[in-house]
């Protein structure tokens, strides 16, 4: 019966043993698996990125952004007068008030002679840092000069034309585009260009006598007695 007793108590021990290894062998097993469910969870996080972004990351590229290409250029060049010098001319002969423009950048301009054969036409387009006083106005005047000729050897006759007020942009772009100059056979005249501040009452006449019946431009000695500050000037030959 002793014997018995201890084979049965031999017995129950070993089954205790086996019952502690195999809920340590579960408890190892849900481990693992829960690892393997948390890489698994990762791995399709990870691709629904790749396929968000369009496949593998790319490299940064070293090309320069279009965008922010175009939007320097333009900051630099406003008016846009660099594209212009492979097509216009800047005149040779260009005096500005060098008072006006003592703290800024001196006046850029570039001119382009076209229009139909025998009746030229002046396109101006240029920049400057002026800063027009209330209560005045920047007026554009032409002057045929007397020192060159047409077709038929006809002299510019060297009177004033006033022309239209100028604005001025937040960059000093200005321009005046397809100006004719006269007349059929009016090639070979030069224009001179002249930029004056005039006062707001001045600058309501300009059209009003432009517009009084036989009025021929200002004689020198008119232009003279008109109040103005004289900014810029330039030569547009049409030859």
């Known amino acids: 019966m002793i014997h018995n007793d201890t084979g049965s108590e031999d017995h129950t021990a070993g089954g205790e ?41 790319q490299p940064p590229s070293d090309s320069p952004d279009v965008a922010t290409s175009s939007f320097a250029a333009e900051a630099q060049d406003p008016c846009d007068l660099q594209r212009l010098a492979d097509s216009w001319d800047r005149p040779p002969s260009q005096r500005y008030n060098e008072t006006l423009f003592a703290n800024h950048d001196a006046p850029h301009v570039y001119t382009q002679v076209g229009g139909p054969a025998r ?66 056979g009016v090639e070979g005249i030069s224009e001179t260009y002249l930029l004056v501040l005039v006062g707001s009452d001045q600058a309501a006449r300009f059209p009003a006598d432009r517009r009084a019946k036989g009025w021929d431009g200002y004689s020198a000695d008119d232009w003279r007695a008109i109040t103005k500050i004289d900014v810029m000037s330039f030569h547009v030959s049409t030859a």
């Open 17 to 57: 043993s086996r019952g502690e290894g195999d809920r340590n062998g579960n408890r190892t097993k849900i481990v693992i698996a829960a690892i393997g469910a948390v890489a698994a969870v990762a791995a399709a996080t990870v691709g629904a990125l790749f396929a968000q972004t369009g496949g593998d990351p």
């Open 119 to 184: 009746s030229p036409e002046i396109s101006v387009k240029g920049q400057m840092s002026l800063n027009v006083p209330a209560g005045q106005v920047l007026y554009l005047v032409t002057r045929p000069d007397p020192d060159s000729k047409d077709e038929f050897g006809h002299p510019g006759n060297g009177r004033f034309y006033p022309g239209t007020p100028v604005g001025l942009t937040s960059s000093g772009c200005w321009e005046d585009d397809n100006h004719a100059v006269g007349y059929p």
